[in-house]
């Protein structure tokens, strides 16, 4: 099956401690991305990579990271220094050109008390 | 990317047809249109992109106007599950699938019995 994958489903973190988010795709994508849904509101970006060891920050960079070593793979880490991260963490991945077609994961909720 | 405009709000009931507008008044030579469909605590599904006239597929249809400052999702005899939030997205598809998206706060649509 080909699809993104993102891991864990639910994630629970006490503050002050960086949290690492998984995101998988085998669709052969070049283009990946992060965005964070809060609720009742649309989704906010706050990284994308267009290619392998390349990534750019979105709207909402601040208090993440992110690395791009493989095609398949663009892992978010949620730093102590983000002031609101308990969100819904969507990932997603597109062809590079030629669509607007981006496919989403499942998401991680990710809950810091 | 061009802004969008579309209503917070709208219901409906199984087997109508829904038709969902938005508004782009500064839409760009190059951009396309491109609508997600967004269940709760899932990622956004791609529904359909267009550049201009008519779109169609068997899920929904898109309607462009001569001067593309606004377009027109049409969901055929919904059903119950079509509730959901639907996002009208505008932008050049050829500057990247590794180029932003941004996603607006959306329609709701409820379809009740």
């Known amino acids: 099956d080909g699809g993104i994958t993102q891991s864990p489903k639910y994630l629970f973190r006490k503050e002050g401690q960086n949290v690492t988010l998984s995101c998988e795709q085998n669709?052969?994508?070049?283009?990946m991305y992060w965005y964070r849904q809060d609720p009742g509101q649309g989704l906010r970006l706050i990284y994308y990579s267009q290619i392998v060891n390349d990534f750019q920050k979105g709207d909402i960079a601040e208090g993440y990271s992110v690395s791009r070593e493989k095609k398949e793979s663009f892992p978010l880490t949620v730093t102590s220094a983000q002031k609101n991260p308990t969100a819904f963490y969507l990932c997603?991945?597109?062809?590079?050109?030629?669509?607007?077609?981006?496919?989403f994961g499942p998401g991680t909720r990710l809950t810091v008390t | 990317l061009a802004k969008t405009t579309q209503p917070i709000s709208m219901d409906s009931y199984e087997g109508q047809e829904v038709n969902i507008t938005c508004s782009h008044n500064?839409?760009?030579?190059?951009?396309?249109i491109t609508w997600y469909q967004q269940f709760p605590s899932q990622g956004p599904r791609f529904i359909i992109q267009g550049y201009k006239t008519k779109v169609t597929n068997e899920v929904a249809s898109l309607f462009i106007p001569a001067d593309r400052k606004s377009s027109t999702l049409s969901l055929p005899r919904v059903s119950l599950s079509d509730t959901a939030v639907y996002y009208c997205l505008v932008g050049d598809i050829f500057t990247g699938g590794g180029n932003k998206l941004t996603f607006g706060t959306g329609t709701q649509l409820k379809v009740e019995l």
């Open positions: 669709l052969n994508h070049d283009a």
């Open positions: 500064n839409i760009a030579t190059n951009d396309y």
């Open positions: 997603a991945s597109s062809a590079r050109q030629g669509s607007y077609e981006q496919y």
